[in-house]
C-alpha cells in the first residue's frame, strides 16, 4: 500500500524557518510531479510548490524567493525549505504525488503536517 508522510512541521516565529519532508513508502515503480500544498482555516487548499521528475520547479507567487522545493529520487522524498516565514503561512501542509504502484497510477496524498507561525 502507497503512503506519503509528513514530518517537520511546528511552531515557528515569523522570519524563522522550517523544513517540510515527505516521504513516499510502498510498491512505488515510478514517481513522476510531486508538489506541496496547504491549507489555512475557513480558506481552500491552494498549491504551493511542484517539482517533475526532471527537476523543474514552480511556485504560487505568495512563496515566491521564501521557499524552495527539492526531491530525492533515491529516497522518494520531496522536501520544501521555508524561510523567512510569515504568519499568512500558518496553514496544515499537504504532499502529494502522482505515481505508478501496484494499483495503478494515481495522485497521493499525505496526512498533513500542521505549520504555525506566531510570536
Known amino acids: 500500500q502507497v503512503q506519503l508522510v509528513e514530518s517537520g512541521g511546528g511552531l515557528v516565529q515569523p522570519g524563522g524557518s522550517l523544513r517540510l519532508s515527505c516521504a513516499a513508502s510502498g510498491s512505488i515503480f515510478s514517481i513522476y510531479g510531486m508538489g506541496w500544498y496547504r491549507q489555512a482555516p475557513g480558506k481552500q487548499r491552494e498549491r504551493v510548490a511542484t517539482?517533475?521528475?526532471?527537476?523543474?520547479?514552480n511556485y504560487a507567487d505568495s512563496v515566491k524567493g521564501r521557499f524552495t522545493i527539492s526531491r530525492d529520487n533515491a529516497k522518494k522524498t520531496v522536501y520544501l525549505q521555508m524561510n523567512s516565514l510569515k504568519p499568512e503561512d500558518t496553514a496544515v501542509y499537504y504532499c502529494?504525488?502522482?505515481?505508478?504502484?501496484?494499483?495503478?497510477?494515481?495522485?497521493?496524498w499525505g496526512q498533513g503536517t500542521q505549520v504555525t507561525v506566531s510570536s
Open positions: 517539482i517533475t521528475n526532471g527537476g523543474s520547479t
Open positions: 502529494n504525488s502522482h505515481l505508478r504502484g501496484d494499483m495503478g497510477e494515481y495522485v497521493y
